[in-house]
T-cell receptor
Framework: AQKVTQAQTEISVVEKEDVTLDCVYE???????LFWYKQPPSGELVFLIR??????QNEISGRYSWNFQKSTSSFNFTITASQVVDSAVYFC????????????????FGQGTILTVHP | NAGVTQTPKFRVLKTGQSMTLLCAQD?????MYWYRQDPGMGLRLIHY???????AKGEVPDGYNVSRLKKQNFLLGLESAAPSQTSVYFC?????????FGPGTRLTVT
């Protein structure tokens, strides 16, 4: 069975600090997809990134960066120079690949990390 | 293009009552999903559909039924609501991997 663990329940930082959210996953599949979603106080789920298991290249998008390490089954997310608007719950998720080579999208979510950025 | 919409946004039910949550998407996506979100547990998959007329069980299907009679709609039914079904319900649709979530329905069962 698939499992996603976000060991950090809550993180509190002061604006402009860098913060890293940890995600560790378990799966028996050789091909899978990893995701990060943001849930701001308004409640909607905002897609941030999707990576497949064959692509271990780290990615940077503005102040966001992701470090995917298959050897340690981790997919960590770093926010550089955090801002108050980054305050949200962040979810890491995992999905399997179906026989057709794509994803059915059945996401297994971690418990979420509550990030609070203080001014 | 409205994306994924959910009806209703809020609902209070008494134990034993029934209701149907409606999810609609206008992106012509094949796959649709129902999740529930409980405090401290993240989202869990209830049921999903890989195409019109098909449904399948997810991680926590007990107490729920679903139907996908039209490609754009995915209905979630509670036949006899229980307090344990108090939760926020999210619908999502997908094609090609990225899931688009609806705004959620907050359901309270008293």
């Amino acid at each position: 069975a698939q499992k996603v663990t976000q060991a950090q329940t809550e993180i509190s930082v002061v604006e402009k600090e860098d913060v890293t959210l940890d995600c560790v996953y378990e799966t028996r599949d050789t091909t899978y997809y990893l995701f990060w979603y943001k849930q701001p106080p308004s409640g909607e789920l905002v897609f941030l990134i999707r990576r497949n298991s064959f692509d271990e290249q780290n990615e940077i998008s503005g102040r966001y960066s992701w470090n995917f390490q298959k050897s340690t089954s981790s997919f960590n997310f770093t926010i550089t120079a955090s801002q108050v608007v980054d305050s949200a719950v962040y979810f890491c998720a995992l999905s399997e690949e179906n026989a057709g080579g794509t994803s059915y999208g059945k996401l297994t979510f971690g418990q979420g990390t509550i990030l609070t950025v203080h001014p | 293009n409205a994306g994924v919409t959910q009806t209703p946004k809020f609902r209070v039910l008494k134990t034993g009552q029934s209701m149907t949550l409606l999810c609609a998407q206008d992106m012509n996506h094949e796959y649709m999903y129902w999740y529930r979100q409980d405090p401290g547990m993240g989202l869990r998959l209830i049921h999903y559909s890989v195409g019109e007329g098909t449904t399948a069980k997810g991680e926590v299907p007990d107490g729920y039924n679903v139907s996908r009679l039209k490609k754009q709609n995915f209905l979630l039914g509670l036949e006899s609501a229980a307090p344990s079904q108090t939760s926020v319900y999210f619908c999502a649709s997908a094609r090609g991997g990225e899931q688009y979530f609806g705004p959620g329905t907050r359901l309270t069962v008293t």
